[in-house]
Structure formats: structure tokens, C-alpha cells
């Protein structure tokens, strides 16, 4: 997901290390935070497989500072990334959600239909956070308003996503013919 981000973000535009950094922790939110301890040698490691430059500028007021950018490569590899994700870049919400973020990179509204398709038929399987044995659970079915809450609130949240998936990928196979 780190990665995934910081190709997005450079997709983008060419960033240095703190601006990028500030981007991913906007976009991850509190759930994932970005330490540098984390982002940097995932920058080197990227820079190291070709897919990131790195230039120094000027600093306006302190020292020089790196400025990232994406190489063809990284374009490429972030384009490839975008239409076959792995599973749990489907499965995963958060990760999911930087999917969603740049997949805008991928030019072909066919492979955009395509992995929105993937997070539907993820979605439209039965689950729950909580089973009896093999069955999921129901918010109705649990005496616990706790956890009766956490599916009341994942239910709603899965339904306006459903709809935001089928509304997205109609549109999508309409500008594809």
C-alpha cells in the first residue's frame, strides 16, 4: 500500500520526501500513519528497482532538499499495479481505498470496469464480522448493541459503496463502446 501510494503520488507530481509524506498520512488517515522510519527506505527501494528519481533543489529558506520523481518505469509499474492489484488491495478497506485513489492513472476505462468489478464480487459475498459457526451474524440477530453497531455501520457503509460500484462501472462500460 506504501508503494502503491507513493507511485500514485508522484503520478502526480514530483514531491519531496515531507510532502510526501504529508499526502500519504492525508489520504491513510490515522489508521496507517507514515513514519519516516517506513517511507524512506521505501522510497530507496523504489529508487534502487528504477522506478524513482531523485533531484536535489535549492531549499527556500534551509538546506537543499530531495525532490522525488516517477521514471517511465514507475509509471508503468504503477499503471500495472492499478489493474491487477492483489487480493487483499480488494479486500482490505484502507488499502482499497488507495486503489481507488489513483486509479484514475489507468487510462482504460474497460481495466477501471474491471478491478471496480473485482471490489463488487468481493462485497456481494456474505459476511460478517461475527459467525455462529459458518453462518455470519446479522445486526438483528446479536444482543450486544456494540457489535450490533459495528454491522448496522458496515452494512450502511457497504451499501452506498454498492451502489457507488454499480453506478461507476455502468458508466464506465458506457464510455468503453
Known amino acids: 500500500m506504501l508503494e502503491l501510494a507513493i507511485l500514485g503520488f508522484l503520478y502526480d507530481a514530483p514531491l519531496h520526501g515531507y510532502e510526501l509524506r504529508k499526502r500519504i498520512t492525508a489520504l491513510t488517515g490515522h489508521v496507517r500513519p507514515v513514519a519516516e522510519s517506513t517511507l524512506y527506505p521505501a522510497i530507496k527501494r523504489l529508487e534502487k528497482a528504477g522506478l524513482l528519481a531523485r533531484a536535489t533543489e535549492p531549499g527556500a529558506v534551509a538546506a537543499p532538499r530531495h525532490v522525488l520523481t516517477l521514471t517511465e518505469d514507475g509509471r508503468q509499474e504503477l499503471r500495472r499495479r492499478l489493474r491487477d492489484p492483489v487480493q487483499r488491495d480488494i479486500t482490505d478497506e484502507n488499502r482499497w481505498f488507495t486503489v481507488l485513489a489513483f486509479l484514475r492513472h ?4 474497460a481495466a477501471q470496469a474491471a478491478v471496480l468489478r473485482r471490489r463488487l464480487a468481493f462485497l456481494e459475498e456474505p459476511a460478517s464480522f461475527f459467525y455462529e ?5 446479522r445486526a438483528e440477530e446479536l444482543d450486544d448493541p456494540f457489535r450490533s453497531g459495528i454491522l448496522t455501520i458496515a452494512r450502511a457503509t457497504s451499501r452506498a459503496e454498492l451502489t457507488w460500484l454499480r453506478s461507476t462501472i455502468d458508466s464506465l462500460d458506457e464510455s468503453a463502446n
Open 106 to 109: 489507468l487510462d482504460d476505462a
Open 133 to 137: 459457526g459458518d453462518r455470519p451474524l
